[in-house]
């Protein structure tokens, strides 16, 4: 029969850590990659693993290819310290590594993601398939500096079974967090020789909110779902309008 690890990058995860170390505590291995915490995560972590590294940070898809590396086993369970595995995963991903199929190479996973204490579901935010569970041989993230995704060699299945993401809680958290997430988006941006002009302060907000208020029916999650969708129209606005003030400083 195979193990399972489970990978995880954290920074400042201290709130976090805890739920979703126990939520994962079943597994063969756990590994956890620190970006320097300041606050109590490391020695959090350490009550769980013994396998507790650090390194500074650069940028998400790095961070979670280096964790990747210090993985033991095949399977690996890659989290964010905001996600929980809830039962019903658990048991699913345990039956997965015990068949030891060579079926599929990895597996996508619906993301259930929690907004200041409520399930929004709408909004192009559930079912959120990400790519979670893959055989580390076959799997690796890709060079992207924010929203990291795994290229995979081979077939990827579907799970019906949830992770449970609880992302903000709260609307200055959102905000705090994508300064650092419209930052790396506009190193990738730049990276790929993109520019930002001004239609684009206009146009992507809108359609950002127009897509997930009406397209993905936001609507129907109330004012949850509004102000989630503005929130979402605001972080694209600030990527173009951080890109734009790059593109103003160096002259082009």
């Known amino acids: 029969m195979e193990k399972i690890s489970i990978v995880i990058i954290t920074h400042n995860e201290a709130k976090n850590i805890v739920e979703c170390l126990e939520s994962v505590k079943w597994a063969d291995e756990i590994v956890v990659l620190d970006s320097f915490s300041d ?99 076959k799997g690796r993230f890709k060079d992207e500096f924010v929203h990291e995704s795994v290229a995979l060699d081979g077939r990827a299945g579907y799970m019906d079974e949830p992770l449970e993401h609880f992302t903000y809680r709260d609307i200055d958290g959102f905000i705090e967090r994508i300064k650092h997430y419209t930052t790396l988006s506009v190193k990738q941006m730049q990276r790929d020789k993109r520019k930002s002009r001004w239609f684009n302060l206009i146009v992507n907000p809108f359609a950002a909110f127009t897509k997930m208020y009406f397209i993905k029916k936001g609507f129907l999650d109330g004012s949850l779902g509004f102000v989630v969708c503005v929130l979402y129209s605001y972080y694209a606005f600030m990527k173009y309008a951080k890109l734009w003030e790059k593109q103003r400083i160096n002259g082009s």
């Not at 590294?53 to 898809?61: I, R, T």
């Not at 068949?99 to 959120?128: K, M, Q, T």
């Open 39 to 137: 606050d109590e995560t490391v020695e959090i972590c350490r009550r769980y693993t013994d396998k507790v590294f650090q390194s500074k940070f650069s940028n998400f898809s790095l961070q979670k290819n280096m964790v990747l590396d210090r993985a033991n086993n095949e399977w690996v369970l890659s989290l964010d310290a905001d996600e929980r595995v809830s039962p019903q995963l658990r048991e699913k991903i345990v039956s997965i590594v015990r068949e030891n199929s060579l079926e599929n190479a990895g597996y996508f996973i619906p993301r259930r993601n929690y907004f200041f204490g409520r399930w929004v579901r709408h909004c192009g935010l559930y079912p959120d398939y990400v790519l979670r569970l893959f055989r580390k041989s």
